[in-house]
């Protein structure tokens, strides 16, 4: 399933079928555990004769789901884009995440196991089905033919134990597999963008992580005590860190490694409220991004990386010596593994807070913001990776686009093959490539000195205006420079 821990986080699309896989990690299940794995038939959702005229090829959609690590989830509905290049325009209309974290009661903890265990088992009983039809030749198994099966199997004596969970949480886990597939067929005839997606996977008491999703026809409701009543889970206590905006329309309970657990809303926001919080500004930004300085943006700020990651090595070298220690299966193992997953939780959080505050600081004091399109995957194979990982630029630069996109700025990525450290910004004339160990260079040509960041920065905020639409009436050229020896010219005596 795909899920969604800690404050909000980025995605375009729809509402109904997305949510974001963050961390995983294993669900105990009790006295439910041996319910769940008994020896019954593995798959109630494949009858044993399957004719095919009842089975439709369905229609692919082009339904979006996205992995992501930062907090914050996004989802943009009716929206209004323009794109100029990369540039990324959108209309109002946006929804996001506030999330909050729950203390469940040891018997709650108990009725979410059972939630989380009995949706994992309709999305395996479902995804066999598929893979049997499939094998055997049939015709695809359509959203409504496997959701009827659903019904028909909960009658059954072998699958009467999901009706102790609300039968939402089991409808929604089989929207999960149909989005599956649909971002799946959608990759394979290139309709969905971004990297190749496989098929779904069988899921396993053994995941570092758990969710269900309450819609409104759940009837889920938040009491005038503070606390989040869920059918057929009780009234969990909430740990309000701010109001609700709106109504939401839709909860998902998530459980992470650490053994924490939360509740995401997802809520409509107002757009006059987020106009009058972001004014207009009149500046724009073009950001370079590194590792000594985390963002050098071209109006000269410089924002030092924190390191997060290297600065709790340490801690976590010991925390992970000490958990190889523990022997397999045993409670201390258990324990050990939690307290290395809430030090890595940890460092995630502080990174994600880092994010936060320095996009939302660059979204307000600018009107467009431009950035280069790097290719992490690519650089995170280099010696270069764990810096580059705890750097964190792909979830800084996802945060710096919804949010564009939900104060009304603009936003656009600049080609990741632009020579923006061999440009001269003030003339124009490339002086060729540099090693990394060269930070201040002078042009050849104009003699400006630079600093290699700097440079960069400014050069992406010029390439950032030229693919702008609303570049008109500004001067986005860079001035005229004498001609240096040896530059092609006019050959002399020529007519």
Not at 183 to 204: A, C, E, W, Y
Not at 260 to 289: K, Q
Request: net charge positive; charged share 25%; hydrophobic share 40%.
């Amino acid at each position: 399933m795909w899920l969604l821990t800690n404050r909000k986080m980025a995605t375009v699309g729809r509402e109904v079928h997305q949510q974001v896989d963050v961390l995983r990690f294993p669900v105990e299940l009790g006295q439910l555990r041996a319910d769940v794995r008994a020896h019954v038939p593995r798959d109630l959702l494949h009858p044993l004769q399957v004719s095919g005229t009842e089975h439709l090829v369905p229609v692919l959609g082009d339904e979006d789901q996205v992995n992501v690590q930062d907090f914050e989830n996004m989802l943009i509905s009716s929206a209004d884009v323009t794109a100029a290049g990369h540039e990324t325009r959108y209309a109002l209309g946006v929804q996001l995440r506030y999330n909050y974290r729950l203390y469940p009661s040891p018997g709650q903890q108990h009725a979410l196991a059972r939630a989380f265990g009995c949706a994992r088992a309709v999305f395996n009983d479902g995804l066999r089905a598929r893979r049997q039809a499939h094998q055997a030749g049939l015709p695809y198994v359509t959203d409504a033919e496997m959701s009827a099966r659903l019904t028909a199997a909960k009658a059954t004596p072998e699958r009467a134990w999901l009706n102790e969970v609300s039968a939402v949480v089991l409808q929604q886990s089989l929207a999960d597999l149909n989005t599956a597939y649909k971002n799946f067929f959608g990759s394979l005839t290139g309709d969905r963008q971004g990297p190749k997606i496989g098929l779904p996977r069988l899921k396993t008491r053994k995941d570092r992580r758990q969710a269900a999703r309450f819609t409104a026809n759940a009837r889920f409701k938040v009491l005038p005590d503070g606390k989040l009543r869920l059918p057929k889970i009780g009234d969990v206590e909430v740990r309000w860190s701010r109001d609700l905006p709106s109504e939401p329309s839709s909860v998902t309970v998530i459980k992470d490694a650490a053994g924490r657990y939360f509740a995401s809303f997802v809520i409509e926001t107002d757009p006059a409220a987020d106009a009058a919080r972001f004014p207009a500004a009149s500046a724009d930004a073009g950001i370079d991004l590194g590792l000594t300085a985390f963002a050098v943006l071209s109006d000269g700020t410089v924002i030092t990386a924190p390191k997060f990651l290297r600065r709790a090595e340490r801690k976590l070298k010991r925390a992970q010596r000490a958990h190889s220690r523990k022997q397999n299966g045993s409670k201390n193992k258990e324990k050990s593994r939690g307290r290395l997953a809430r030090a890595h939780a940890t460092v995630a959080n502080r990174r994600a807070d880092f994010h936060h505050q320095v996009s939302t600081a660059i979204i307000r004091d600018n009107q467009a913001v431009y950035v280069e399109d790097l290719c992490v995957a690519a650089l995170a194979r280099t010696r270069l990776a764990k810096s580059i990982h705890d750097a964190g630029w792909s979830g800084f630069v996802r945060m710096l686009e919804y949010k564009a996109a939900r104060y009304g700025r603009r936003f656009a990525r600049v080609g990741r093959f632009e020579p923006t450290s061999q440009v001269c910004s003030a003339c124009g004339v490339k002086d060729g490539p540099k090693p990394l160990s060269v930070r201040e260079w002078t042009c050849a040509a104009c003699g400006a000195a630079h600093d290699r960041d700097m440079n960069a920065a400014r050069n992406v905020l010029a390439l950032g205006r030229r693919e702008s639409l609303n570049a008109c009436g500004g001067d986005v050229r860079r001035g005229t420079a004498l001609a240096v020896a040896g530059e092609a010219g006019t050959l002399r005596g020529a007519a």
